[in-house]
């Protein structure tokens, strides 16, 4: 039967739907399998489609139901963010309240020459005349130097940013943030240290202090931490920022130096290493009373502005970091050890002779001279080593480890300055052992501290045996100068006062008719003590050429207030002496000092101080 015959059944021969069928399948038997097959496949996507709206109305139940809270949760922590915004680091004074660091707004600026409208040699003309800085060619290159995302300055200041912002140039491109800045430059780059590009501090007290130059953000919405909301593509939404994210504290971190006096040491500092070529050197001035620091210079320095400029070696204040062997300006604190063991009193005499023989090794006077039995005030004044063996011979080894100590040798000082280096005091088995440890710690060798731990120790014979704690920081002040937050220091009592006030006076006469007289000064009672001594190559020996020339002196000596001390590394020339390098620095800095602090003639002025008192 064709296509047309079933057809023409169809339309002519209507009949009920089962015996049409029955019709269809007996004339044309693969209609049936035809049918089947389409029904087969119409169920198969039926069954698909169940099994899909099955699943996802599973994956809905999950996500609504099961997890809703949990998803509802995280839908939150990527809309919202919460974030430390920067807040601008307190600002540090001096002890006269003179802003020594800031921080203070700064731009960014990038350039994108392919958006000029003007000519780049317009554009160069009219930067130059605000970048007084820049010159008009050094700009034009820069813009010649690529397209787009050309950076002109990171610290472009706040005046001049705004100026450039008003020429309405397009292609500039405006970030503005907050810098750290040092309006007094290197003068003190040894103590402040510097912030780096992510204001985080990185030297001096702008590392050890961070937490107190963290101003406090108890005031805020949300203390240190806030919550804003973002967009799609994650920037943060203006109005959710909080209200009162700019109600700061308005205390400044005060420090003891003073910046008159400051200005003074490293000057003086700078010149006697340009005059005997010196490696570096330093400069210390104390107050003997409670430990403030009120000038320390370390020379060669750097500008913590442009810190990046300079060799890292510069950032770290080595009068804290470094120990050296003290030589001769450690024998006034082995004078007042013995003192104190009751082994010899103010008016003993002592053997300088011109050398002596201990243990096989041969110590002899610098001068390779010797003047006999002499009172331990000529034996000072002299500065002998022989004398000094045959003192601290009469105590017994192990107490004369113990005292040394007790002074703290091997220990922290506590200081506020960071990386602080302790000194070194050999073992006590090796100490003990034999007479020439004993021998060579007498005159200051085989021992080691920092310059700033030598202050420490002097400071203690100054004020009547106290050590004290060196430091920089004087607390938080308030804009009226009202002290908020005061450091608790410790100290405690080494020398005995009697033994102290001795000792300072035999000081008193090295400058007056000893090695200390470069740094007499008419009127003023000063007490001092020379040191030049051997550089070790850290291999346990010598270096031939190579010393250190220092001089500390207690200002003054009838009512001490200051101690001021001088260390140069390696000067050289044929007269390097403590004596002749060190010396007149101190004394440049006490005249200074006498300025500046109003410090009284303890005797007429012109007429020529008594030696014998």
Known sequence: MNVFKLNSQKI??????????????????????????????????????????TGLLWRLYQLQIKQGDELTKKAK??????????IPRRSIVDSRGNVIALDKVVYEIYIHPNQFVKTKEEVAQMLSDILKDRDKNEILKLLNSRNSGILLGKNITEDQGNKIKELSLNGFDFNRRYARFYPQGELLADIMGYVDTEHSGQAGIEYSQEKLLERDVSSLPMKSMLTVQKDGQGAIIPGSLPDGIVKLDDLQLKLTLDLRLQRAVREALKNQLKKFNGKRGTVIVMDVHNGAIIALACEPTYNPNKYSLYDFSLYKNWSVTDTYEPGSTFKPLNVAIALDEGVITPDSLVLDAPSINIDGWPIANASKTGKGWVSITKALEVSSNTGMIYIMKKINRAKYYERLQELGLNKLMGVDLPF??????????????????????????????????????????????KLVTPHVVEGLVNAEGELKSVPKLPSKQIFSESSARSVVKMMDSVVANGTGEAAQIDGYHIGGKTGTSQKDDGKGRYLVNAKFTSFVA??????????????VDEPQGGNTFGSTVAAPVVKEVMNSIIRIKGIPPAYPIGLKKDKNK
Do not use: C
């Open 554 to 567: 207690i200002l003054p000596t009838n009512d001490p207030q200051y101690v001021v001390f001088a260390v």
């Open 77 to 86: 922590q990527q809309q919202t963010y919460n974030f430390r915004p920067y």
């Open 420 to 465: 602080e280096a302790t000194g070194y005091l050999k073992p006590k088995e090796i100490f003990t052992a034999r007479d020439i440890e004993p021998a060579v710690s007498a005159f200051g060798q085989g021992l080691s501290l920092t310059p700033l731990k030598l202050v420490q120790l002097h400071a203690a014979l100054a004020n009547g045996g």
């Open 12 to 53: 002519n021969k209507p009949a009920s739907s089962k015996n049409w069928f029955n019709q269809l399948k007996n004339e044309n038997p693969k209609f049936t399998s035809l049918n089947f097959n389409f029904l087969v496949r119409l169920i198969i996507i039926w069954l698909v489609l169940m099994l899909g709206a």
